[in-house]
């Protein structure tokens, strides 16, 4: 694959294997947007790497709509996109303060799994 002059979409792009990704695909001479819920992260990775920063929560699919109309309107059709937001909670499944909090588990599955079922489904 040869991402150079391609519009490529890199969520949880603010930070780790996400940011890591997006500048390597600007190396490679991708127009990079950035999508990720920390948008002060993503601006700043973004402006190093003259890309744009989107705010956009993955796990939503108005909000991932919202995001690529916006990739359309500055940058044109995304042709890659790669997944990398992702989150952790560390917490004990039985700690000393009793089971692990479903609502935390659930935001883990809508962001890791759902997110990225959800971006692949919208672009």
Do not use: W
Not at 94 to 115: A, C, F, S, T
Not at 116 to 123: E, G, Q, S
């Amino acid at each position: 694959m040869n991402p150079n002059g391609q519009i490529a979409i890199v969520t949880g792009g603010g930070s780790g294997l996400g940011e890591a990704t997006a500048r390597a695909l600007a190396a490679k001479g991708a127009r990079v947007a950035i999508f990720d819920v920390g948008i002060d992260r993503a601006a700043k990775v973004a402006a190093e790497i003259g890309g744009i920063a989107v705010q956009c929560d993955v796990s939503s699919a108005d909000s991932g709509t919202a995001a690529l109309a916006d990739v359309a309107a500055k940058l044109g059709e995304p042709r890659i996109l790669v997944n990398c937001a992702g989150i952790a909670i560390g917490v004990k499944t039985i700690g000393k303060d009793g089971p692990h909090p479903l609502d935390q588990y659930r935001k883990v599955i809508e962001v890791n799994l759902i997110g990225t079922f959800n971006m692949i489904r919208l672009v």
